[in-house]
Nanobody
Framework: VQLQASGGGLVQARDSLRLSCAAS????????MAWFRQAPGKEREFVAA????????YYRDSVKGRFTISRDSAKNILYLQMNSLRPEDTAVYYC???????????????????????WGQGTLVTVSS
């Protein structure tokens, strides 16, 4: 599976952006998907994840109520709708997928980078104050 993230850009605080992650090479309909981000000089951190069925989603506390992860399995695309952006959201955003089919994880596993086997190249989001 190859993942291609897009949709980043330079925005002002309180603006919105929608990131997309297009998958190719295989279907992602049975895969757990996630978004991580990495700010300059910091570790890559979990942002949001969605179960293979789309019925469960998880978010880090700082983005709850502002970000929404979703998937369109028919189009093989993962999304991250980001509203009310803050300067601290500035980072390179990466999409990721596991390789299992229809696997259920503990919530802690969704947060773990090691759960994911495929990574996109990242898209830069810059939020000015």
């Amino acid at each position: 599976v190859q993942l291609q993230a897009s949709g980043g850009g330079l925005v002002q605080a309180r603006d919105s952006l929608r990131l997309s992650c297009a998958a190719s090479g295989d279907t992602i309909s049975g895969n757990v998907m996630a978004w991580f981000r990495q700010a300059p000089g910091k570790e890559r951190e979990f942002v949001a994840a969605i179960s293979w069925s789309g019925s469960m989603s998880y978010y880090r506390d700082s983005v709850k109520g502002r970000f929404t992860i979703s998937r369109d399995s028919a189009k093989n695309i993962l999304y991250l709708q980001m509203n009310s952006l803050r300067p601290e959201d500035t980072a390179v955003y990466y999409c990721a997928s596991d390789r299992s089919r229809r696997r259920t994880y503990t919530e802690a596993s969704y947060w773990t980078k090691g759960t994911y086997d495929y990574w996109g190249q990242g898209t830069l989001v810059t939020v000015s104050s």
